[in-house]
C-alpha cells in the first residue's frame, strides 16, 4: 500500500473496492470491507494515509434482500475511528435474492 501511494505521490482521491466476496460465504458479515477499514487506519496512523482528507472510500456489499444493510455496515464509533463518515448507501437489486449495495464513505482526517 505505500508502495503505490509512493506511486501516485500521496494518498489517494479514491479507493473503489469490489472484491470477490465469495457469495456462498455468509453475507451476515463484511470482513473485507472491515479489513480495508483497519488498513486505512492502520496506514494513517504509521503516517501513511491511503486517502486524503475528503477523499472517498466505495466498497460494495452483497446481501440477501431479506438482510438490512445497517446490520453489515461499520457502526459510527468504528468509522470515527477510522476517520471516515459514510456518505451514502444505494441499493442495487441483482436477482430476486440478492441485492448489490454501493457505499461511500468520505476521509474526514
Known amino acids: 500500500r505505500v508502495e ?3 506511486a501516485i505521490g500521496g494518498p489517494f482521491d479514491v479507493i473503489v473496492a469490489d472484491p470477490p466476496y465469495g ?3 455468509s453475507l451476515s458479515s463484511n470482513p473485507l470491507q472491515d479489513l480495508l477499514l483497519v488498513m486505512i ?4 496512523d504509521a503516517g501513511n494515509p491511503l486517502l486524503k482528507v475528503g477523499g472517498r472510500l466505495v466498497v460494495f456489499v452483497p446481501l440477501s434482500k431479506d438482510d438490512d444493510i ?9 468509522l470515527e475511528e477510522v476517520g471516515l463518515r459514510q456518505e451514502v448507501a444505494q441499493r442495487q437489486q441483482l436477482n430476486d435474492g440478492l441485492d448489490r449495495w454501493l457505499v461511500a464513505y468520505e476521509c474526514v482526517r
Open 23 to 25: 457469495l456462498r460465504e
Open 4 to 6: 503505490a501511494c509512493k
Open 41 to 44: 487506519a492502520a496506514d494513517r
Open 70 to 78: 445497517r446490520a453489515v455496515l461499520p457502526h459510527n464509533d468504528m
